[in-house]
């Protein structure tokens, strides 16, 4: 994991470092859990605010039931997206069909 990354998340709120006297950062045992969380949550396109929001909020590995409804509406959103994208590429793909090739 690049420390650049890790630095980042630290900024984000999603991940807690301590330092040591001599000023290095030091994270905890569970960390790379955490930043297995992280990915994954960011993968499935959520935003830092939305994770950070959500990170208290595994237990025993999995997510708690409660936040079903918040991940429900935002793959709600997302199949909008893909919709009108989708919508977007076949115009544009009828637009470059009606394109003569070059000469």
Do not use: F, K
């Amino acid at each position: 994991m690049p420390v650049r990354l890790l630095r980042y998340y630290e900024q984000q709120e999603l991940l807690a470092a301590h330092r040591t006297p001599g000023g290095h950062r030091e994270y905890d045992a569970d960390a790379p859990v955490q930043v297995g969380r992280i990915r994954a949550l960011l993968a499935a396109g959520l935003t830092s605010r939305t994770i950070r929001e959500l990170m208290p909020c595994w237990e025993d590995g999995r997510l708690h039931p409660c936040v079903r409804d918040r991940l429900t509406a935002q793959l709600a959103e997302l199949n909008a997206r893909i919709g009108e994208l989708s919508t977007a590429r076949d115009a544009l793909a009828d637009l470059t069909a009606r394109v003569p090739e070059a000469a």
